[in-house]
């Protein structure tokens, strides 16, 4: 069962005097990279919230948020009032305005409020180290699913790619046949007289350059070997890569040597399909 690295999860906790939320968000990636948007309090911990989230995701572009919001009356951030008071005693110097509006403006100058620097809670990080594994199943979940749509999509990708393989395998006789009337005319066309066992042995040289026995055994088991993997247990995207990279080598091959229009256009329409393949591969895991 495949995975995608595209996915979304998110936990709500509440405590006593706080609501923390957390949210979790990938994309694909080659590597694992995260990008944390946590209170400051909490930023030591980010080492710790890192390994957990590398350790259950693998891969991907993956944006953490957590807010966590005071739901009590009390609050980290105070009036300064003996610099508020010298801020209004200074305005009121220069401006006529009533004591409201001297405060308002007050207020909004420099260090008007003072924030004091919070501790870190560890029982409070506990609760938030149990939300990102709770956004973590939620984001895994997401990725499953979307997993299983990828998969989809992949199974019929390669079976088309199969069934135009057997196209390949179908019309090679006529391909071959094709090759050797189109030297036939041409030795008839320079109007000499050809010598016919040389010409038999020019048909076997040209026939064996342009054979694609090889290459259709091989593409024909990197398609079972893409098929098995895509059916095991594990999400590899890596590993699908690199045999949709051998795929394409033979598709490749075969167009160049085929030197048949029908068959080129069954080769144009392999590379199509390999193609939609390699971009969705892109976002598994």
């Known amino acids: 069962m495949i995975q995608s690295m595209t996915g979304f999860g998110k936990s709500v906790t509440q405590i006593p005097t706080k609501k923390i939320t957390v949210e979790l968000k990938s994309l694909n990636s080659k590597n694992f990279d995260l990008n944390a948007r946590i209170p400051s309090q909490y930023r030591e911990k980010e080492l710790d919230l890192r390994n957990i989230i590398s350790d259950s995701l693998g891969r991907g572009k993956v944006d953490l948020s957590i807010y966590v919001e005071s739901t009590a009356e009390q609050t980290s951030t105070n009036v300064n009032t003996e610099v508020v008071q010298i801020y209004m005693d200074q305005l009121r110097k220069i401006v006529d305005a009533s004591e409201i509006e001297l405060l308002k403006m007050a207020v909004k100058m420099p260090d008007a409020l003072k924030t004091e620097r919070e501790e870190i809670d560890e029982e409070e990080f506990v609760v938030i180290e149990t939300a990102v594994k709770d956004a973590l199943k939620e984001i ?113 091959t075969i167009g160049s040597k085929s030197n048949y229009a029908p068959m080129q256009q069954m080769v144009v329409q392999m590379k199509d399909e390999l193609e939609k393949i390699k971009e969705q591969i892109l976002n598994v895991l």
């Open 140 to 252: 895994n979940n997401f990725r499953t699913d979307e997993g299983k749509a990828l998969e989809k999509d992949l199974q019929l990708r390669i079976h088309n790619i199969k069934a135009l393989l057997e196209d390949v395998i179908r019309i090679d006789p006529d391909r071959v046949e094709a090759v050797r009337e189109r030297l036939r005319k041409g030795i008839e066309e320079i109007k000499e007289q050809a010598d016919e066992n040389r010409f038999e042995q020019e048909i076997v040289y040209y026939i064996e350059k342009f054979d694609i026995t090889e290459e259709k055994v091989r593409l024909d088991n990197h398609l079972d070997y893409f098929q098995k993997t895509l059916d095991s247990s594990d999400s590899n995207g890596r590993k699908l890569a690199f045999i949709s990279q051998e795929i394409g080598r033979e598709i490749n």
